[in-house]
């Protein structure tokens, strides 16, 4: 027999063997899957128990008197082992631990019949409640799961983990119009107050000028400065606050300061149309490279 011939007839026979075999695989990976968690992908084992089975087949030897299932099955399993090792980036000690833990829950949902609490597992283990959150801590942070990983294994409706992590970036439509129409009726309340008032808020908030340099600039007090900013702040809450409270048809204001309030949030309301509001957007308020008040104004105001 020549070598082309021998060579041909090896990979008959390999051939042969892989194909005979292969449900050998899935028998594997079925017995070794019991001891991972189930975020493990079983399709992933299979592949890599299959090129244990290629790896097993080219080196059998039947001289050695040992079957070829067998040998096969030895082969598969440490194939399938390495593959998982290769890809987890846990350390031993965190995978001795999520043992621990999976045998005492094991135990107690035999012995009780039901999922097991933490407290009962903890005490199963001879840990506190507290050592328990921290083992379990870290088994969760030992987790590597693929973007395309299910979620959901019952459900007729198929998610993976990029349909269902949020983005802490991404902003609700709703939350977004929200805060453009706060932000435009805040600005229209800041221009319809009062001078003095509007003086003190753009002042001490937009421009960080402190109440002394203000009460130089208005020829006050500081505690004066401190009573407009208060009034000032009151009346910006109360008239946004009333853009979204409906108006009571039969309750008239009544006295000074409630008809005064009550004018104020009409004129805020009237300031702008809402289209204008949900379309105007800043992501800060714009403040004027001149500022609105000056500093060189304060030192003559304080001469």
């Known amino acids: 027999?020549?070598?082309?011939?021998?060579?041909?007839?090896?990979?008959?026979?390999?051939?042969?063997?892989?194909?005979?075999?292969?449900?050998?695989?899935?028998?594997?990976?079925?017995?070794?899957?019991?001891?991972f968690p189930r975020h493990v992908d079983r399709e992933e084992l299979a592949r890599a128990g299959a090129l244990g089975?290629?790896?097993?087949?080219?080196?059998?030897d039947a001289s050695r008197g040992v079957p070829f299932e067998r040998f096969a099955a030895q082969?598969?399993?440490?194939?399938?082992?390495?593959?998982?090792?290769?890809?987890?980036?846990?350390?031993?000690?965190?995978?001795?631990?999520?043992?621990r833990v999976e045998a005492a829950e094991q135990q107690l949902a035999s012995r009780l019949g039901r999922v097991p609490e933490s407290s009962e597992t903890a005490k199963e283990m001879g840990v506190t409640k507290a050592d328990l959150a921290k083992i379990q801590d870290r088994l969760f942070r030992s987790v590597v799961l693929a973007l395309d990983h299910e979620t959901?294994?019952?459900?007729?409706?198929?998610?993976?983990?990029?349909?269902?992590?949020?983005?802490?970036?991404?902003?609700?439509?709703?939350?977004?119009?929200?805060?453009?129409?706060?932000h435009a009726y805040l600005r229209d309340a800041v221009k319809l107050l009062p001078e003095r008032q509007r003086t003190v808020i753009i002042g001490y908030f937009l421009e960080s000028k402190t109440s002394q340099q203000l009460a130089e600039y208005l020829g006050v007090t500081e505690s004066r400065v401190s009573q407009l900013r208060s009034e000032a702040?009151?009346?910006?809450?109360?008239?946004?606050?009333?853009?979204?409270?409906?108006?009571?048809?039969?309750?008239?204001p009544a006295g000074k300061v409630a008809k005064r309030r009550a004018a104020f949030s009409d004129s805020i309301g009237e300031a702008s149309e809402w289209h204008d509001r949900l379309e105007s957007w800043d992501d800060e308020y714009q403040i004027h490279e001149e500022p609105f008040i000056p500093v060189k104004r304060i030192a003559k105001a304080s001469k």
């Open 1 to 35: 027999m020549q070598k082309g011939e021998q060579m041909s007839e090896d990979l008959t026979e390999i051939n042969a063997r892989i194909e005979e075999h292969a449900d050998l695989v899935n028998h594997v990976v079925y017995q070794v899957a019991v001891h």
């Open 53 to 60: 089975l290629v790896e097993a087949s080219r080196r059998f």
């Open 75 to 99: 082969r598969i399993r440490g194939a399938i082992l390495d593959s998982v090792r290769a890809a987890d980036w846990a350390p031993r000690s965190v995978r001795l631990l999520a043992r």
């Open 152 to 182: 959901n294994d019952s459900s007729d409706e198929d998610l993976t983990l990029v349909d269902v992590l949020s983005d802490p970036k991404a902003v609700d439509p709703m939350e977004e119009l929200e805060g453009r129409e706060i």
């Open 233 to 252: 702040l009151e009346a910006l809450k109360l008239g946004i606050e009333a853009q979204y409270t409906a108006a009571e048809e039969s309750t008239a």
